[in-house]
């Protein structure tokens, strides 16, 4: 009896291991073939993304070309026709390219040629070159020359791509370049000038490199001609030959935006197609399948071991091992759900930025676009937050809690969102900022939205100590337009430069107050010029303050705002070329930091600019202080005793010093402030208005005895300075002369050679 029961046991036993053994071999084989799909899927999602980052870098790299020909166009001084003899007007505009180069630091040169007198004249951001010096000797194309360049300019009214081909720079280096080409204007009929960009291969193949991963294969970029643009091999060394035939020899049918296998010289392929919506440029990577889907293959081989090694384990084990499935499933369940709001956060964020799929246009069939959420109505509108960085206040000298502090915010926004409609908060597009997408109910508009950012502000004040602005777009029906309204709410987010932060602003309300006229101070900036180069640094900060204040008070768009913000730092940047000052690293640093940084409020810029400019009018100062002053009391007494001489000149008073005449027209400007002989000038001036009231001698012998030779010449002089003619300042005593003493340093007339 107790022997049947045994067997039965073991009967129920066998059956219910039979029973688990056969549920895990079919659930097993279940699972394996859906997690192979999904791996593949996840590989070529991960080429596409791979390729979409590569791409999204390129557009972003033309556009900035686009934006950097538009303002080198969009400058007088920089398409003028420059005579030779003018030097200096030459030399600024070689600066002026130097400085676009360095703003697009992927750009190996850019050069300028405008049709003109002075038309084999091209320059660069690495000199002036006659148009045939360019292209003979500066950068020498291996098929390409002036006049090949001038019938192409002839026949230029696009943009236009030259790929990539040898240029060997200066005679002794040769490097592949591909050279972009800019009319300017425009769709002219005959353009009048074309800028040239040279970018250099390690550019586009380093970035494209990336793409591979350090797997065999090979990665292109074609421009919207299908000629080869960059390249790049991990496999074997290639040449551009073997590169563009091989691209040349893919089918004609691939996806425009995905993945497909092909066989190739009797090889198994992965290839993966991006094309741009912005320049229709295409994408390709290529790499053997076996090497792509590698970790597939290895996932299948641990797979099938894996359930082996189960089913045997599971025949002694199948109550643990079922537990521990069980456990398995809720932590996979756990990851999948934590999963989904990163999905939706992906789908908003495709269409803010207005990369929507259109609804005939068929998706990748590896990599599906991530679903919407169901929008209960059809308005929406987007706010822009910007958590203000200047005037924070820091615990402990550093900004804690910020990743706290920002979720606090996103958390709030959906929250308070429900009132209104159905509120989506992203990570900002912007530095520390966070978009808010709202699905708007029906009668809610703006004032309601702005209700809702005053109260995130003012949670983000109690709690964190701290501020942010907010931008709020337009309201719009479709989601298709969600694009537009973010970015009228960026724009009006940016506001803040001019008003300042911790506000919301509404983009109908911002473009309204910046429609008005304004009257921007430029007579102030030779007045601040001028305080730098004596070293005042009381008076630089009086006129700073005087036009961050006049920039404020005006109705200005915040984008003419940081235009005329960027005129006052150039207009610094030429005071210190000029003046002379070398500046240490970290004032250099600090420079820099004026041109490059984007400052978050004009107040921030205002105290970054009159910090750099005390320090200079530090250093000028102080050199002033160390100057030779006794040859300064020199030369002012030898004015001072040989004034009355018609022929003293610079030269005459340098020889008599002893030094050369640069030298003390340098120092004596540097010292006074003054030119040396506006500064005689100014000295006659004085002393023949002292003639004309205190004695009744002729005109003509005034001018003889204060050193002038000229009579006309003089009250030419006399009407300009003083308002008033010699002989009516005599008249009324001299009260109707404006001048100033010749110690101002005032004086107009015109140097003696």
Not at 37 to 55: C, D, K, N
Not at 352 to 358: L, M, N, P
């Amino acid at each position: 009896m107790m022997r049947h029961a045994g067997w039965r046991l073991a009967g129920y036993v066998l059956s219910y291991v039979s029973l688990v053994c056969i549920a895990l071999f079919v659930v097993g084989i279940a699972v394996y073939g859906t997690f192979l799909r999904s791996m593949e899927r996840e590989i070529a999602g991960t080429s596409v993304s791979m390729l979409e980052q590569v791409r999204d870098v390129t557009d972003a790299r033309m556009m900035d070309m686009n934006r950097i020909a538009q303002l080198i166009g969009a400058d007088p001084d920089l398409v003028s026709d420059v005579p030779a003899s003018e030097g200096y007007r030459m030399g600024e505009k070689v600066r002026s390219l130097a400085k676009f180069k360095a703003a697009g630091s992927f750009v190996g040169e850019i050069a300028l040629y405008v049709r003109g007198r002075s038309w084999d004249r091209v320059y660069a951001a690495s000199g002036m070159y006659e148009l045939d010096s360019f292209f003979g000797e500066a950068y020498r194309y291996a098929d390409w020359d002036a006049a090949s360049f001038l019938a192409q300019f002839a026949q230029l009214r696009q943009p236009f791509l030259r790929p990539l081909e040898p240029v060997t720079l200066n005679g002794v280096e040769t490097r592949n370049r591909a050279t972009y080409l800019y009319p300017l204007p425009l769709n002219a009929s005959r353009p009048y000038g074309v800028i040239l960009f040279q970018i250099d291969e390690r550019e586009w193949s380093g970035m494209i490199r990336s793409v591979l991963k350090d797997r065999a294969g090979f990665a292109y970029i074609a421009d919207d001609r299908g000629r080869l643009v960059a390249y790049a091999s991990e496999r074997v060394l290639e040449g551009e030959a073997e590169a563009d035939s091989r691209l040349s020899r893919l089918p004609g049918d691939l996806p425009r935006d995905g993945v497909r296998t092909v066989t190739l010289d009797g090889e198994k392929l992965f290839v993966t197609r991006i094309v741009s919506g912005y320049n229709g440029w295409s994408f390709v990577s290529i790499v053997p399948a076996e090497r792509a889907l590698g970790p597939v293959i290895r996932s299948r081989n641990v797979f099938a071991i894996s359930v082996l090694g189960v089913l045997f384990v599971s025949a002694v084990l199948s109550f643990v091992l079922g537990e521990r499935r069980y456990r398995a499933e809720r932590k996979l369940q756990t990851v999948i759900k934590s999963q989904s709001r990163i999905v939706t956060e992906k789908a908003l964020l495709d269409m803010i930025r207005g990369r929507t799929k259109e609804p005939d246009n068929t998706p990748p069939a590896f990599a599906p676009a991530p679903p919407l959420p169901d929008f209960p109505h059809d308005r929406f509108v987007v706010a822009q937050l910007l958590i203000d960085r200047y005037g924070r206040v820091s615990v402990g000298g550093m900004r804690s809690g910020e990743a706290v502090m920002t979720l606090s915010l996103k958390n709030v926004l959906e929250e308070l969102s429900g009132d209104i409609g159905q509120g989506y908060t992203l990570d900002g597009l912007e530095p520390e900022g966070v978009v808010l997408l709202l699905n708007l109910k029906e009668g809610c508009g703006v004032e309601q939205v702005k209700e809702l950012t005053d109260k995130a502000n003012d949670f983000l004040e109690r709690h964190f100590r701290c501020t942010c602005t907010a931008g709020i777009g337009s309201i719009y029906v479709g989601a298709d337009l969600v694009c537009k309204s973010y970015l009228e709410a960026n724009h009006a987010a940016r506001s803040r430069y001019l008003l300042g932060g911790g506000q919301t602003f509404v983009y109908a309300g911002s473009r309204e107050n910046g429609s008005g006229r304004y009257r921007y101070p430029f007579d102030l900036h030779p007045l601040l010029s001028a305080a730098i180069r004596k070293g005042d640094k009381d008076e630089a900060s009086a006129r700073i303050r005087e036009i961050v204040a006049n920039l404020s008070g005006q109705p200005l768009d915040v984008d003419m705002g940081e235009r005329l913000s960027f005129d006052l730092v150039h207009t610094i940047m030429k005071t210190v070329a000029e003046s002379g000052v070398e500046l240490p690293e970290e004032a250099e640093a600090a420079l820099t930091e004026l041109y490059a940084n984007r400052f978050e409020t004009i107040a921030e810029l205002e105290e970054a600019v009159i910090a750099f400019c005390l320090d200079v009018c530090d250093r000028i100062a102080s050199r002033k202080e160390s100057k030779n002053a006794g040859l300064l009391k020199q030369a002012l007494a030898f004015i001072d005793e040989h004034y009355t001489d018609s022929g003293l000149s610079s030269e005459g008073i340098a020889d008599s010093l002893g030094v050369s005449r640069s030298y003390l027209s340098r120092y004596f400007k540097d010292q006074t402030g003054s030119p040396l002989m506006q500064y005689v000038d100014g000295l006659r001036m004085a002393k023949a208005k002292e003639l004309l009231i205190g004695t009744d001698l002729k005109i003509k012998d005034i001018v003889e005895q204060v050193g002038l030779t000229d009579p006309n010449n003089f009250f030419r002089k006399f009407k300009k300075r003083e308002g008033v003619t010699p002989l009516e300042y005599r008249a009324f005593g001299g009260g109707g002369g404006g001048g100033e003493g010749a110690a101002s340093g005032d004086g107009t007339g015109s140097t003696p050679s």
